[in-house]
């Protein structure tokens, strides 16, 4: 259920007298004996008092890469940090929610851009790697962009935060990094699947972040994003499919596209700020 706001933990202090974490901000939730603050946008948690040693446990994850254009690479998903212990004590600490970066926008082969960083105190999530483009080269980033037919090099990842995107090969894009698995490569009109994400439980349910992009295509059909919202690459089949936004607030990389969506389609997904402790 939604809380107002409070969410206290009670743990036992060296004189055996129960000493409550109390914190706000975010939208906060309980589930399985915890206390969930959910940031979906910026703001600040705040601990109004705390124990000694108190910690958390705290998921953060960046913004997804945009995709690229012209049988471009997929979006790089963003990073994904996750501890089961973070220190706390009673103090405002700012969350930066990572906005995703936006697909390549034009024939002239504009770049995409590379997703923003998610921020929890200590806990920096990178933003994701963009995908290859006609005339630029992927980048990398929490995980790593797609290479492109044109541009065919692929980003790398950020140890502990997600993995490599793919190179690209003849007539195909390459699927973006996802948070547990380098993307597919995409030569000769196969498919450049986005890296898939990780699962975690700290929301109470398991959820998936971290997927990347896939790949835009010479084939008859769409390549898949990575699970955990990587967004679908397009193909070059008229009137057939086109790329897709990663999933806000997963970290999802855009799909690439095959010629251009217009910088309607393709572009990353949000990030997402999590912490837990015990009610």
């Not at 390549?104 to 105190?121: C, E, Y």
């Not at 999933?247 to 912490?275: E, K, M, P, Q």
């Amino acid at each position: 259920m939604i809380g107002l706001g409070i969410g206290v933990a009670r743990r036992p202090s060296s004189g055996g007298i129960a000493v409550p974490i109390i914190a706000t901000g975010g939208t906060i939730t309980y589930s399985g004996g915890r206390t969930i603050h959910t940031f979906t946008s910026s703001g600040t948690f705040t601990v109004t008092s705390a124990p000694v040693g108190a910690t958390v446990e705290a998921l953060v994850v960046a913004g997804g890469g945009g995709g690229g254009n012209y049988a471009g690479g997929g979006g790089g998903a963003g990073g994904v940090l996750y501890t089961a212990a973070k220190s706390i004590s009673a103090s405002a600490y700012a969350i930066t929610i990572g906005s995703g970066g936006t697909a390549a926008s034009n024939p002239s082969g504009a770049s995409a851009t590379n997703g923003n960083n998610s921020v929890f105190d200590t806990l920096t999530a990178i933003g994701g790697g963009k995908g290859a483009g006609l005339n630029n080269a992927a980048n990398s980033g929490g995980s790593g962009g797609g290479g492109g037919a044109f541009t065919q090099a692929n980003g790398s990842g950020t140890s502990g935060q997600g993995f490599a995107g793919a190179a690209s090969g003849n007539n195909g894009g390459g699927g973006g990094g996802g948070a547990s698995q380098v993307g597919t490569q995409g030569p000769n009109q196969s498919n450049g699947k986005g890296g898939d994400g990780s699962s975690y439980s700290i929301s109470g349910t398991s959820v998936t972040y971290g997927g990347g992009g896939g790949g835009g295509v010479g084939a008859p059909s769409a390549t898949s994003g990575g699970s955990g919202g990587g967004g679908n690459g397009s193909s070059n089949e008229a009137g057939g499919f086109l790329a897709t936004n990663g999933t806000a607030n997963s970290g999802g990389g855009g799909g690439g596209t095959w010629f251009i969506d217009g910088n309607t389609r393709g572009n990353g997904g949000s990030g997402i700020v999590i912490i837990s402790y015990p009610t």
